[in-house]
Each structure stands twice: as structure tokens, then as C-alpha cells.
């Protein structure tokens, strides 16, 4: 079990966030102590319950039913109900379900983009979930770890809340793992794009000028003529400075207002607008080879701004009406 931590301020007003924000602190330092002692398995654990407990108190800090599973069926209703205050319409004794981990993290990321659940982070749920179920260290525990600290800074700054009251003790060396990481991910990132560059000099070396241009010409028509869907946009590679391709993953982000009818009390949706925009995840240039596998790598080069891609359509307009029934 982890061990007691030091009492946190009030961040909350209410009980129940005040409450994941405690718990989260303990087990976001007996997470720590757990890595120093080569603890992998549980330190995983205790780090995917951290970031689970951080992302609902921000869920119930909003409103306290943005945490139950509303599943279809009674008894998501009832867990509805109970996170409303109508307790009387529910059967005495109902313990309402709450979401998981992935869940919490996804409806942060609804309410707060551009956080998102990336790759790197879906191997620290994972891992959390393995760890509860095996033994044995995760293969990649640096990286959750480095993974699980950038995630809570995100949570922490959502909340309000200071990091160094946070991990107490600890907050040092949370700084330092963090600056440890990025150092090393920074002297990694720059040594590939050095090689790259060099294999761009040395693969082009005997074309002149004119059959250069010929060559980039045919390979830019390539990508736009394969690559069909959204989720790409060019952009001049680090190392070459030709046309590589930023891939990324699209979301539509709506704006609207409500309006009450006050005779019927039924509500309707009024100018309704939404833009559609990528967020970066990868980077791949086809001239030199250089490949970025993720935001950390795409941030030391400047290319993890989303992108806005275009308006939404009327389709996408109708599907989200569709949704909201």
C-alpha cells in the first residue's frame, strides 16, 4: 500500500475531488518510492492509479456525474442519478460504477485539447492494467514513467495545483527525471537528424541540380497522390529541408450556443460551427529517412502545433445532432 503523504491544501471545494487529489498524491509517491526501489511492476501500478485519480478529480471538480459509466440500460441511469443528487429514484444499496483509467483520460482530453491519449500514454495504461493482473517489471519502464510525470504536469496545471506540493518530497527529483529525459531525448533527436542529413548529401550526391528538382518534383507528386485522407500535412523537414509529411490524428471541435424554449422547456442548439484540426503524433521525410515517433521527439524541432485543417461540413454538422439524441 502506498505510504501516507503529506496533507495537501485545499484545492477542491468539493469533498470528492479533495478526495482523488489525496489519493492521487499517495500514489503518485509511492509510485516514485516503488522505481527507486527497481519496484517496476508496482510502480506502474501506482502511476496509472495517480494519473486515474488526478484526471477525475478535475471530472468531478466540473460536475460529479462527468465520472460514472451512463452505459446504456438501468443501471447506467441510476449511476446518473446518484452523481445528481436524485437518490430517491435508486434502489437503496446501488454503488455507482465509475469509469477506467483510459475513460477519465479521454473525457479530460474532450474538455482540455490538445492533451490527448497518445500512444505512449495507451502503453501506460496498459502497463498500469498488466501490472494489476502479472508480475515482472514493464520492458519500457523509463519511458512510462517519463510518460506518466509529463501527463500529471498537464492534469496538475488543469487543476490549479502547484507541483512541488504535490510530490512533496519528491519534487526534486521529478524535476530532474524530467530534465534527464529530455536531455537525452534532445541529443538522440539531433544526432538523427545529423545522420539523415547525411544520407540525404550522400544518396543525392551525383544527380546535378536540374535532375534534384525532377526528383523531388515526382516524389512531392507521390505523397499527395497516395496520401488521401486528413490526417497529414507537409511541412520542410529538420534535417533536409525538403517536403516531409507531419501525420497526426483529426478532431472537430464545436462551438455553439443553447437556447431554452420557455414554454416547452425543450432545448435546442443555435449557431452551430465547428473547425476540424490534426495533432501532430509523427514525422516521416521520404528524401533523407528521418522518422519522429512522437510528441516529445516533434516538440524539440517545433513541429507539434496542430494544424487546422478546415471548416466542418454539413454532414459532420448532422452526424453531431445525431449524437446529442
Known sequence: MPRRATRLPTYAAQVKAETFLATAQQFGQ??????????????????GVMLEHLAKAYLVGQHPAYIVDAGAGKSGFDNLLLACGHTKHVKPGHRPRTITLHEALVRFGQMNPPFQVTPELRRVIDARDGSAHAA???????????TALRTAQALL????????????????TVTALLSKHDDELRTNVQLRIAAAARNF?????????????LLKAAIQTAITSTTDDEGWTEVDC???ANVGLLLGATEIRWRHHEYVDGDTGEMAILDLEGDVYMLPEQFRCPFCQLTLDNEDELAIVDLLAEVHVRRAN??????????QR
Open 314 to 323: 454539413p454532414d459532420e454538422q448532422r452526424a453531431w445532432h445525431y449524437d
Open 157 to 172: 496545471k488543469a487543476l490549479a495545483i502547484g507541483e512541488a506540493p504535490f510530490w512533496g518530497g519528491y519534487a526534486h
Open 238 to 240: 529538420p534535417a533536409c
Open 201 to 213: 548529401a550522400d544518396r543525392y550526391r551525383d544527380l546535378d541540380p536540374a535532375q534534384l528538382q
Open 136 to 146: 515482472g517489471n514493464p520492458p519500457d519502464l523509463a519511458e512510462i514513467v517519463h
Open 30 to 47: 509511492a509510485a516514485l518510492d516503488d522505481f527507486a526501489h527497481s519496484h517496476g511492476e508496482a510502480a506502474a501500478l501506482h502511476f
